[in-house]
């Protein structure tokens, strides 16, 4: 692509790394390109981060047509930047953004505007241990009408925000999480599998209830029984059981995790039973009171690996591992962090110079 490059004239300063938390703060620019029917993508750009002036009746506003992917850039130990499995995420937008009828730039188009805008704000990519540039690239409808269809033109832009800890704090402190038995993420036939704002929305309601009774986040089950568990919070699932690491199978209700595929690679290399099956919870509830039930944590972009301390089944609380993170969990965020930060061997081609 041929992209413009504006620089600001008024610099942002930086916080300190060790109180960036996550989605705090942004660099300094953002990329943006849009479509229309008769140019198809054009107008590549990297300009100063501003806000966007957009019709009052766009399409994302009234119509739900807005979808987004999440992927990091590091600075190694050896200073270089680098980014971690960039075409994964691309390749996932492109393969989801038809369900919405949205149209994508390429895969590489994806990745090269990721890569042009980290250099450009490469200052503002962390160096602390636990620390890393997050990408949000984001694909919103901005025609202006109204009428169900879909829009006939669109913006893909990314923005940028240096981060540390996705909860604050520890980044493997474990959490306590609700298990909803009503409401739901995501109904089989919807839109579980694509990063759609719609997701995120529907899960709010129930996390508030969650935080509000002390839990950080939720448990989803399936829509139709109620009983198979999906997806935590905004992360995919894992148990340890019986020596056995299980996640419940993709579908059209839960994400392609770019996470929980390298997790299940590397726990295959490291020894590990892997299982990708329906996963009830009875069975869960079963196997914790025979003490099988050795770990539970979740798996995503953000967080990396987030361990889970406590499962709470309609008001009955189970601790999990003590209430600690589990041998398993911790050894895959170790492999996964060090191969981002370049001190453990990247076998899989997983990163990308910048």
Request: net charge neutral; hydrophobic share 40%.
């Amino acid at each position: 692509m041929d992209i413009k490059v504006t620089k600001t004239a008024s610099p942002k300063s930086k916080a300190p790394e060790q109180e960036l938390g996550f989605g705090r703060y942004f660099t300094d620019h953002l990329f943006a390109m849009d479509f229309g029917p008769e140019k198809g993508w054009h107008d590549a750009r990297i300009q100063p981060y501003a806000p966007f002036q957009i019709d009052p009746a766009a399409g994302v506003f009234h119509y739900g047509q807005a979808m987004f992917e999440g992927s990091k850039a590091f600075r190694g130990v050896d200073g270089a930047l680098r980014l971690f499995r960039p075409l994964a995420h691309a390749e996932r937008m492109v393969v989801n953004a038809p369900r919405l009828c949205m149209p994508t730039p390429t895969a590489e188009q994806m990745v090269e505007a990721c890569r042009a805008l980290v250099r450009v704000d490469a200052d503002w990519v962390p160096k602390s241990e636990g620390t890393a540039l997050y990408l949000r690239p984001t694909l919103i409808a901005t025609e202006g009408f109204l009428g169900v269809r879909p829009a006939s033109t669109y913006r893909y832009f990314i923005i940028a925000s240096p981060v540390g800890s996705y909860y604050g704090g520890n980044s493997l402190k474990p959490v306590r999480i609700w298990v909803e038995t009503v409401e739901v993420r995501a109904p089989r036939g919807g839109l579980g599998a694509a990063k759609a704002g719609a997701n995120y929305a529907a899960s709010l309601h129930a996390a508030v209830k969650a935080k509000k009774a002390g839990y950080d986040q939720v448990l989803w089950l399936d829509s139709q029984t109620h009983e198979l568990v999906e997806e935590v919070g905004t992360m995919n699932l894992f148990v340890v059981m019986n020596g056995a690491l299980v996640t419940p199978p993709l579908s059209d209700s839960i994400l392609a995790g770019v996470t929980r595929d390298s997790v299940i690679t590397l726990a295959k290399e490291q020894g590990l039973e892997v299982q990708q099956r329906a996963l009830s919870v009875k069975e869960l509830r079963a196997a914790h009171a025979k003490g099988q039930l050795q770990e539970v944590f979740g798996t995503g972009t953000a967080a990396v690996i987030s361990p889970v301390g406590e499962l709470s089944f309609a008001g009955e609380p189970m601790q999990i591992n003590g209430g600690k993170p589990g041998p398993v969990g911790l050894k895959l965020y170790e492999t996964i962090t060090g191969i981002q930060r370049g001190v453990v061997k990247d076998s899989h081609g997983w990163l990308m110079d910048v």
